[in-house]
């Protein structure tokens, strides 16, 4: 088993993130990582660790991209984030469940035409982080706008090869998530 450890300590103001990758298969044909990630929080000093087995990470073998970047503005009505299909980060800070409290989407899954995939962290009302099941099952990809006035994202995605599939979900008042409009249209 190799480790490789990663410390980020700017793009948040109330946590310090550290990232573990270790390898959890030695088979070369399914060769798995583990991240481990340690959560500190900077006003309390406890700390949080979550262990966390992406879907396939393609590029990162032992060693988790230290990019990373905040979309974390909850008084900014819209956010267009950059995250695109060979260009994006693997570790984001975003409140995208808009309570005003700081989430998180880590890289799940990338290699596949479609782009990268995220599993979404959100920050309960205790400071702790727990798995978004339908962000993270359903949805997978990152949102394209953030729109913190009307408590919405909006995806878009291609779709076989000559088709882009946009598509906003909302947040409902049972935390849940629903898609309030979708369109497909030709790739120009």
Known sequence: SRNNEIENLSISKKFKFKFQVST???????EKQKINITIKNIETNKNQE???????????????????HSYFSP???LIKTLEG???YHDFILLDFNFDGLEDFAIINYEGSNGGPQY???????????ELD???TDDIRLFPIEINNKEKNLK???????????TFVI??????????????????K
Do not use: R, V
């Open 75 to 77: 008084k900014q009505e």
């Open 24 to 30: 959890i298969n030695n088979d070369e044909d399914d």
């Open 170 to 187: 909302k947040i409902q008042s049972n935390g849940k998530w629903k898609e309030t409009y979708s369109k497909l249209d030709d790739i």
């Open 50 to 68: 979550i262990d966390f087995i992406p879907g396939l990470l393609y590029t990162k073998k032992n060693n988790l991209n230290s990019s990373s």
């Open 119 to 129: 599993a979404y962290y959100k920050q309960n009302s205790k400071g702790q982080f």
């Open 133 to 135: 099941l339908q962000l």
């Open 155 to 165: 995806f878009g995605h291609p779709s076989g090869c000559c088709k882009i599939n």
């Open 85 to 87: 299909i060979e260009q």
